[in-house]
């Protein structure tokens, strides 16, 4: 760098420096803590994934005589890390509590993983499921970051359904409140809001969007936050690929909902929509 | 952590480390293999990569002196790799039968590079067509894979299209038969099934899904595997964003799908197809 | 390795160096300049995003005695790595302009990020969505993408917007103009292609496409290059999830896309567009 | 593994972690705080070289524009570093202090610069001393070790000797008192007691041992511990290679020691000393 | 680099690729396996050090509810490590053998600890011998290495040896007989060789050799391997900095060996040998 | 860091950045090239091992029909990373001269490894000895270095001797001349000076110093820097260990020096010179 380039670059940096110019932007690490760090927390969902599926994850040779020591070491090392990023009073408790419910989890998860192989002629194993199936890592991040919102945990939650949909394309909001034995297939495009309501035996297809048509305004004209906003799907509802349901509109059980579609009204338990015909095969607008 | 915490921590850790809680969803190391190392994948795909297009991946000064070194060191590599994944006897044989392959895929890749630069106004180069289409790095994913399914390995080929499938949003399975000239634009949330066959000079735009539109059950109830279930596309078909076809249809050849639109019935040889027209203007729905 | 097999593989690799088979698909270093390096970028977008936004990226505990440090060492480590990418003669010239420009492109970002909270009652605070929201990490990749591609950077801007559509899903081609206080919710699939055009106030949801319908040929049948052929949007406009608008057409100020249709026509100011009805509820297709 | 292996495995690791059988050997972690890490350690000591020679460690670009910025970042990671290895309860205040007194330690380690590069023919430049001369590194590490260790910081300071020790050969206690103006050529293998006392201008030559004769043992034959029991050298003494001068003798100034010599008692100001003439030429015993 | 370089590289690699020239130089990996990986014995000593010293290496917070899970996970991975370097038929049932005698090697160093610590009046603790004394780590290293020789373990003794021997500047040869409570202080320079035999509570300062003299040759000229032609030392006996013993002869129990001297022949029990006086002081030669 | 602190840091971090205060001390960027990269030249000696030593060093699966794409890789890395490395116009010149001469210290090594293994009755292949022995080490890094100097490299070749000091205790100048089979055994403090010069045939003990014993000053009372000052050792020397051997004397050929002695004087060819006798055995100053 030359002498030139290098003294105009320390004006920019001033520019860059000058803290009022952040305005509320920027985190106030002096009033409030740092923000979670992102490798910490990739590395907590690695050690709740080896915990969850063992084998598959984390250390691959795990036999009955050694998996007490894997599971020791894997919670022992969730439990800091964990404790660490919470920021709370009762970080340590809350730890403790979130690793409590981890078999819990478990066996949700090997519903969820059961009905993704039996819905799917193309899965041959539970493994290529586990291994392979984008859902199930983004269904594991959500019953995850579920149960620490649960706990009270603050930004933690969303940041490991980001970190989850950064990976595969599925955006579950960490408040969504999903039943069991739920699957999504491929994925990618799918977004959950954070007030939808999940039966069980629920499945979607990727781009699959449960959003909010539009919020009520404050006085502000700011939009008021914790309305129930978002579908509430019932037990055994399919959703195709595409398929857009927004508001807070109830899908009845047993209803299929075609791909490509935009639903914005409540749906009768039972029914079959699909998208209106096509238009003529003549047209030359394409 | 305190001794109480780390007492309580004891009692989860063994509740976790129950070996017959795991069910059948924990791989069975002592009658199985491992898994196939997500790491290896990675590098092998990598390998892969640096062989097909040298000179933008892996080593970046390839020229007409160092090449044979570049390509020797990576194909021995590769050669390594892969037949420690490869859970199969003839494990070395498999390998070398792949690599072999290599300058035929590298022959396919490169049309596939000619036809997303044609189909693309927006591209300069084939240079920055290899360098950063999602589309092509998918393909090349895909062609790898399926050329390893051929070969008779397990799980690897799931396994690579998956890692491809987080990069790009692209998910195609290594099942599928694609002819050449392939081009997939931009591509986020393409999905590509099983039994899928495409011929020559396909285009796909982003969010296209060629997939199973219901799929029969076995007397138990489960899905019966392996039966033909997705989309034929004929040469030159083009579909547009967000287009749903489902089930063994057959897409006559020239025929243009326009977007997001949701086809389950066969569409003769050189039609168009496009959306119903929209709602009226005046709603005050959305 | 057998002596065997080590004698085969050097026969695949004598084949895979042929240079004359690389066609013109390699990157020839001979006569130009190798590749950006891809971990490079990486870097180098890491910086901006620290300088952008100091306490959410790069160093976690900035405060007003230590800001100047940081914006120090990320505005030197930035130039040195930028310039050593830009294959252009007046490099270091193109490189210090572009970070005297980064304060402009905070101020334009800031409001972005006040766009994404105001438009989102699932957002808690302007640090969520700048830790957590994709919508912004593509939003300001673009911002520096775009920047560098006015000034004349070749190659590197689309290796720019490239990263972040595989970190986000959301595809934003560096040459696409767009105003202010822009937002993008979700993200997932979002195409917005190289000669768009948009306002201030615009807000897009997931799976939105702003593409090009057609495009003419030149006389050898290949695109013509540079043509404008992708959508205006003017200010306030809001598209819902997976609507696909293509071609070089102008959706008037005020209006509103309903999600999942398909829009090849000019659309007037305060217009609101939504999907034809569904089809009946009795069909037994899906 | 077979299951055979696994279960003796599991027989010797219970006795491995029989607590009683680690007796007081081992660290007790629920007592007292962890040994200090000998990574942050090796940070620690990186970070000081970048504080006390700009240019030739850390960042290698260093000139007047960017020089504050550096500085600024190193000593705000030393801080933190070292108030988090030092176990004492007002950590902050020592390492505030420890980082105040660097200028000086640099002031001195110019001098020691200066002294080898006068006192050694092959040096061609400060530069080549600061380099690659391990004198000048074990120097470092001790002014650095003392100087923590006179702010009552415990167990550090030996073991950052200790880290110099491994890396140089040269092993100098933290509790010695050296002038300035200190040189040691080569350095292999000299070794500097706890309580030794050197003056200015002093040096030594690889291989010289500054130790203990005996000391006192107390009434259970155990080592008192703190008795002065180490050489002084006043100033301007030189030691050549291999010589051993042990007790609490006191080597007057201007003295040079000849090598391969053993000095138990004191020697006058002046002296010169060299070895007993070697044995007959025509022994046949070697 | 340019073409005419690139040419005269080729030439060069042929020649250094030669294999004829190589001679029996090379490790031929066709007839014989691979030498043993260098940061696999790293990894190796490490984790027999965790194991032996838990608290110190290794995991940092080992206390009396986790400490099973963390010599279990060492144990684990050092038997895999090592049963994988060791080139012989039956390498399972020798790393498991290995590991059953890790608790008495434990024994052991523990009263090498005490030594050191009784005979350093510098020392604080146990804990700053085991984290910062040399000695301590080079005697941990050759007790491993010297069980693994006796289990019959080829080359990789020695390698383990030489390891220790690079940190410490200690070279102790893994075929050394060496006593209980056995302490080594500085060390820099201490050589061992293969057939010395040392007693109990035997200690040395740096720089000592326990070498051969001189070595039977055979009829071709060349050293018959396998002679003893190291010193034997029995117990109690204590050897000074930089002294030389060499040849098969027997330095008799309780007997001190002072500095810098030469021993070439037997020392009966209870002697005191010292360097002859030096030569006179006013001496113009050094 | 509370607000106090952080004040005060920001003045000393000031003072240690007050240009001035750094003298002549750091090294000027402006004016100078930046100091070779230590972890470029650690890289530099590890392909350099590798070229020299395959299937030792580098890559451990050597074998006929892979052993040019091994070499040529590393020489095509050592070409840049050396060429980058060296100040000086005719860089690209002086590296691939280097290069050149590889094969010539190959073969004068291999001379070196059969020395050894001669000399030593504890090692049982020339694997051990390349593998295992730091004297091999230090004389691979002294020959690299020396043809460096002697091609005019300047400050590199001193930085790799100076490693090849850190890792073996054995600091060889690079300015030294050395014949051919030359071993150093153990070797922990042999120190050979910058105008040294050793025949063929010649071996070393540990702790053996070839050094200066004064030197000349000029009118200001710096030492004449290139000045002989060094021992010769003619054909076939023997030095045993710690012996000290200073100034421009010749030890003449075949000659044998034993153990811990001081030499100042020339020895006459076929001479043996052992220490003279210790001191009486009744002593009590031990």
């Known amino acids: 760098m030359n002498v030139h380039d290098s003294k105009q670059l320390k004006t920019v940096i001033k520019e860059l420096s000058d803290f009022e110019s952040l305005q509320k932007m920027h985190y106030e690490c002096i009033e409030a803590d740092a923000m979670p760090s992102l490798s910490a927390l990739e590395e907590i969902v690695q050690l709740c994934r080896a915990l969850l599926f063992p084998g598959f994850f984390g250390y691959d040779a795990v036999n009955k005589q050694n998996i007490a020591y894997h599971m020791g070491i894997c919670s022992e090392k969730l439990y800091q890390l964990l404790s660490k990023q919470i920021h709370s009073e009762n970080r340590d408790e809350i730890a403790l509590t ?71 394309g599925i955006d579950i909001h960490p408040g969504a409140e999903i039943g069991r034995s739920f699957s999504i297939d491929h994925g990618t495009g799918v977004v959950i809001g954070a007030t939808a309501i999940l039966g069980n035996n629920v499945k979607l297809y990727q781009g699959v969007t449960l959003g909010a048509k539009s919020f009520p305004l404050d006085e502000e004209g700011n939009p008021i936050k914790g309305v129930p906003r978002h579908p509430i799907l019932e037990d055994n509802v399919i959703v195709y690929s595409n398929a857009t349901i927004l508001g807070r509109v109830t899908i009845g059980k047993d209803s299929t909902i075609g791909g490509n579609i935009w639903v914005t009204q409540d749906v009768a338990a039972g029914s079959r929509l699909i998208q209106a015909k096509q238009g003529s095969k003549s047209s030359k607008e394409v």
């Open 98 to 168: 979130f690793i409590q419910q981890l078999p819990a989890i478990r066996a949700m998860l090997a519903e969820d993983v059961i009905a993704a192989y039996n819905g799917d002629p193309a899965a041959e194993s539970y493994a290529e499921v586990i291994a392979c199936y984008p859902g199930i890592r983004a269904i594991s991040s959500y019953r995850i970051a579920h149960a620490l919102l649960k706990l009270g945990v603050p930004t933690l939650p969303r940041m490991i359904t980001e970190l989850a949909h950064s990976e595969t």
